[in-house]
């Protein structure tokens, strides 16, 4: 299968998940994630069609995107080390993985002082992993505390200067059956609907689903999809 076929595949399958749950394949964006690949595998993905890419390290980035000369918009998905924030806004257009108030008001200083703007989603952990980062948001919808504590982390996030946040993101478990991350991606909408009428902001973006559940993802409301390995292959084992 070669990249262009890939891309063809993922969107057929997108547009077969809209078509059930009646959604237009419009409101649905591919987010290639292109971590570990060459700059010609982006080049091969942007000639298909493909206007998004993700990349999960700074450094990596730093080389890629400058290297690409098709006119993309880049998505930063990784956990951010606050010493490599600073490299974030002259790079990227979008970050995902605003996993912490801290980490939105270094980002807000820095886009300020570049004089430019970043459209950010908010990374939840809705699924109790440790491993997932984010605002601790598990068991929201039962526990005031949890509820109001993501309320006000919120609240300070929507109101910082240099930052449009447009959404929220989630990385579901990795699981078995794509089934059992449904719950993981609905309850991510039900948050995202409670906030929009909590806090009046209107949150457009849903940044969940990846190769082995988009399809489930699209079904539950996804409007951004970080798809890596269906459309590039195999990634080697990350360091
Ligand atoms: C690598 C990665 C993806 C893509 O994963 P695939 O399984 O290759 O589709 C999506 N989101 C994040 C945050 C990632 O790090």
Redesign the pocket.
């Known amino acids: 299968m070669t990249i262009h076929e890939n891309v063809l595949r993922v969107q057929a399958a997108i547009e077969a998940a809209c078509s059930r749950v009646h959604r237009d394949p419009a409101g649905v964006r591919l987010v290639a ?1 292109s ?1 570990t690949r060459p700059v010609t595998d982006v080049e091969a993905a942007a000639a298909a069609g493909v206007q998004h890419f ?1 990349e ?1 390290r700074v450094e990596e980035s730093q080389i890629k995107i400058p290297a690409v000369a098709s006119p993309v918009s880049w998505h930063m ?2 956990h951010i080390q606050s010493r490599k924030a600073k490299a974030i806004p002259g790079l990227f257009q979008w970050v ?2 605003v996993d912490s108030v801290a980490l939105a008001e270094r980002l807000s200083r820095l886009a300020v002082e570049q004089g430019t703007t970043l459209d950010v989603l908010v990374q939840v952990n809705v699924s109790g992993e440790e491993t997932k980062g984010g605002l601790e948001a598990v068991g929201w919808e039962g526990q005031p505390a949890v509820r109001e504590q993501v309320m006000q982390d919120m609240q300070r996030l929507v109101a910082l200067p240099g930052l449009h946040v447009q959404g929220l993101m989630t ?1 579901a478990p990795i699981v078995d059956e794509m089934e059992q991350a449904r719950p993981v991606f609905a309850s991510l909408s039900a948050l995202r609907e409670t906030l929009r009428q909590t806090l009046n902001v209107p949150l457009p973006e849903l940044s969940m689903g ?3 559940d988009y399809p489930v993802a699209i079904e539950e409301g996804a409007t951004m999809l ?5 459309i590039f292959g195999e ?1 080697p084992v990350e360091p």
């Open positions: 994630v971590k993700g999960n998905i990784g995902h993985s990385m990846m190769t082995d970080r798809i890596g390995r269906a990634r």
